[in-house]
C-alpha cells in the first residue's frame, strides 16, 4: 500500500527533475521512517550500485524506538544513475520482511546472484524484488501527468527519448521506457498489487 501511495503521490509532479530528497521526505511524512540519510561509498558500480542499511535505535532506555535507513550508493557512477538508485533504495523501506534480505549471509548472496550474468542467476524472492523496484522508481522520478505531457511532445518531434531521459535526470535507456505503453501498464500492474 505504501508503494503505491508513494507512486500516486508523485504522479501529480508537473516539474523536472523530481528531487530525491523530495522522495526521502514523503517517505517520512507517512511515517515510516524517522530518519533516512544518503552515503557515497567506495564500491564497484559494476557489481554493486547501492544498498541499504534498515535498523532500530532508541534515544534513552524505553523510549519510542527511531527508525532509521542508511542508503550507500557507488560513488563512481553517474550522477542518473544515482537518483534512481537513490529511490530504488528508498522503495525497498515499503517492502515486508519476505521480500528483504534479512542477514549479512542473505545480502552477501543477493549480492553474489547479482554480480552473474543474467542467464546464471538463481532467482530469490529478495533478488527479485530488488529488480522489480526499477519501475516505480521511474515512475516516480518521471510522474504520470509528465509523462503524458513528454508522450504529446515527442509525438509532436518536439523531443526525443535522450532529452525526456536529460529532463528527468535518469540514465539514457530508460528515456524511451518511461513513454512507452508498456511501462504505464507495468506501473499500473504494480500498484494495483499493492492493495
Not at 517520512?28 to 564497484?44: A, M, N, P, S, T
Not at 526499477?134 to 527519448?161: S, Y
Not at 539514457?172 to 518511461?178: D, K, P, Q, T
Request: glycine share 2%.
Amino acid at each position: 500500500m505504501l508503494l503505491k501511495n508513494l507512486v500516486e503521490h508523485f504522479d501529480n509532479y508537473t516539474r523536472l527533475p523530481v528531487g530525491v530528497n523530495a522522495v526521502r521526505d514523503q517517505i517520512v511524512q507517512l511515517g515510516v521512517q524517522d530518519e533516512i540519510r544518503f552515503h557515497l561509498v567506495d564500491i564497484d558500480p559494476t557489481i554493486l550500485r547501492g544498498l541499504i542499511y534498515r535498523y532500530t535505535k532508541h534515544s534513552a532506555p524505553y523510549s519510542d524506538p527511531i527508525f532509521c535507513s542508511e542508503i550507500c550508493l557507488a560513488k563512481d557512477q553517474e550522477y542518473e544513475w544515482q537518483r534512481i538508485i537513490a529511490v530504488k533504495e528508498l522503495l525497498h523501506i515499503t517492502d515486508t520482511e519476505e521480500e528483504t534480505a534479512q542477514s549479512e549471509r542473505a545480502v552477501d548472496k543477493l549480492i553474489e546472484r547479482l554480480s552473474l550474468p543474467f542467464e546464471l542467476r538463481e532467482e530469490t524472492r529478495s533478488s527479485l524484488n530488488d529488480r522489480s523496484h526499477v519501475l516505480p522508481a521511474l515512475a516516480i522520478l518521471v510522474p504520470k501527468e509528465i509523462r503524458r505531457l513528454l508522450r504529446e511532445l515527442r509525438a509532436q518531434d518536439k523531443i526525443t527519448d535522450i532529452d525526456v531521459a536529460r529532463m528527468a535526470k535518469i540514465p539514457e535507456r530508460y528515456g524511451a521506457i518511461v513513454l512507452s505503453e508498456m511501462f504505464e501498464n507495468a506501473i499500473e500492474a504494480i500498484c494495483s498489487q499493492q492493495l
